[in-house]
């Protein structure tokens, strides 16, 4: 089993649609996470992190659910400019040492 | 500017002329790594460091190096490369518990 598993996609919505991405993580003893975002042919830059009470940022909901694993990320209103590739990340530390896990991505293409 | 330099940007080059792209950060971050991606594959660590001095083995270390002589910069050395090696690879720098920044890539074709 991966140790973090998203949905590849395409996920192709329409401007002004709700669209939610979850991705399940192996380790429980993970501390925290966090969506990035890439462009094609660039790097990956942070969109949010997420919090155990779920975090909003304009139009971005990020939520956590320990008990089974899974960290979601809803988009509302979708832009053209939302499309992109979405990461999942999740950050397992012990003493001094810090081991980011990313998955591999769940595609958006936003559509007129 | 906070930012992560890592060049070249693209490098097409022959099978075994050994290669070093280099990556800096001005961040003064601990942690620097080294990813390649691949389609289908996603991101995978090559190799990390702690801090200077410090180096480890990621998920895909074959055929690599690296070295941290300084704070500031994590070259990856490519002794001997080969086509399967022929990829995007990106540097990151971050602190323990901080966001993690990316180069902006390298694109790396072996013949």
Not at chain 1, 12 to 20: D, F
Not at chain 2, 10 to 35: A, R
Not at chain 2, 92 to 101: G, H, I, L, V
């Amino acid at each position: 089993r991966k140790e973090v598993e998203q949905d590849p996609g395409p996920f192709n919505v329409p401007e002004g649609a709700t669209v939610a991405f979850n991705c399940t993580y192996s380790n429980s003893a993970s501390q925290s996470f966090f969506w990035y975002r890439q462009d094609c042919r660039k790097e990956p830059k942070l969109l949010m992190s997420v919090y155990s009470s779920g975090n909003e940022d304009g139009r971005f909901t990020a939520q956590l659910n320990r008990a089974s694993q899974y960290i979601s990320l809803l988009i509302r209103d979708s832009k053209l400019s939302d499309s992109a590739t979405y990461l999942c990340v999740v950050n397992y530390r012990t003493g001094t040492a810090s081991k980011l896990t990313f998955g591999t991505g769940t595609r958006l293409q936003v559509t007129l | 500017e906070a930012q992560v330099t890592q060049n070249p940007r693209y490098l097409i080059t022959v099978t075994g002329k050994k290669l070093t792209v280099t990556c800096s950060q001005n961040m003064n971050h601990e942690y620097m790594s080294w990813y390649r991606q691949d389609p289908g594959l996603g991101l995978r660590q090559i190799y990390y460091s702690m801090n200077v001095e410090v180096t480890d083995k990621g998920d895909v270390p074959e055929g690599y190096k690296v070295s941290r002589k300084e704070k500031r910069n994590f070259p990856l050395i490519l002794e001997s490369p080969s086509p399967n090696q022929t990829s995007l690879y990106f540097c990151a720098s971050r602190s323990m518990a901080e966001t993690q920044y990316f180069g902006p890539g390298t694109r790396l074709l072996v013949l």
